[in-house]
């Protein structure tokens, strides 16, 4: 049995990874309109009716943009830390009491038959976190909205049959485009985002025989270029003699579901 996953949306608009076994299907972060949601699942061929929870990362609107309009419609349970519970609750709408759940940084919870491993990152949100899921022996990492990879983030995710990793911005066009320098500094620091080449030295460290595949996630609209990711990237393994296909993700079109075998 495997387990099968699409980044139905990734950027700076909006966030949603899907993940699923024939048991079991769960929703990372729901950043985008009920509509977009609706029509990303219908892209990959899932059914957000059929979602067994959603799992929350942090607050940021671009990852909870439609969480309640989703949760209502399918009637779905919600999974996030008591920090990020009091930090974007008055931003949901009414929800019932059944569908709030608590699930802590730095544990393990069991979703069918995916165990779900979360981990903090550094970033400008509360209590932010992110996961690893385990299900016969194999490993996907979702890493983004981070400002550095600290080395327990490597030590969880290490191995992992496939990444989802940041590639948030190129420095030289986020230093030389238009956004004031107090964001500017935002983002190059330890609470803001994972750059190009910090995502290539952090992959190599990470990376095994085990990896199968890398998504570049979470790309700036303004600050970087799908190609100058890849390539950045690339790069980065290159020179450290490791050659690894890269996949782009999209803020609008989600990744064909991909198997991991």
């Not at 029509?39 to 990959?44: E, I, R, S």
């Not at 949760?71 to 349970?77: H, I, S, T, V």
Request: with cysteine; proline share 2%; aromatic share 8%.
């Amino acid at each position: 049995m495997t387990m099968r996953f699409s980044v139905l949306a990734s950027g700076s608009t909006g966030n949603a990874f899907y993940i699923e076994t024939n048991q079991t299907k769960l929703l990372v972060d729901a950043g985008l309109s009920g509509k977009q949601l609706d029509k990303l699942f219908h892209q990959v061929g899932a059914n957000a009716s059929e979602l067994d929870g959603i799992l929350v990362t942090h607050e940021h609107s671009d990852h909870i943009k439609g969480l309640g309009i989703i949760a209502r419609k399918y009637d779905l349970p919600i999974y996030a830390n008591q920090k990020t519970w009091q930090a974007m609750e008055k931003n949901l709408g009414k929800l019932q009491d059944g569908q709030k759940f608590h699930f802590e940084a730095n544990h393990v919870q069991t979703f069918g038959d995916i165990d779900v491993e979360s981990f903090s990152v550094s970033h400008d949100a509360i209590d932010p976190m992110f996961f690893a899921f385990h299900h016969n022996n194999k490993k996907v990492a979702l890493v983004t909205d981070l400002g550095y990879v600290s080395e327990r983030i490597k030590k969880t995710v290490e191995g992992a049959n496939a990444f989802i990793f940041e590639a948030n911005h190129d420095v030289s066009m986020l230093q030389m485009g238009g956004y004031p320098w107090n964001v500017k500094r935002r983002i190059l620091g330890d609470y803001g985002h994972v750059s190009n080449e910090d995502c290539g030295l952090a992959l190599s460290e990470v990376i095994t025989d085990q990896t199968e595949r890398v998504y570049l996630a979470h790309l700036s609209k303004d600050n970087n270029m799908k190609e100058l990711a890849r390539m950045s990237v690339d790069q980065v393994l290159q020179e450290r003699d490791i050659h690894m296909s890269l996949h782009d993700t999209d803020p609008t079109s989600a990744t064909p579901l991909y198997d991991v075998v």
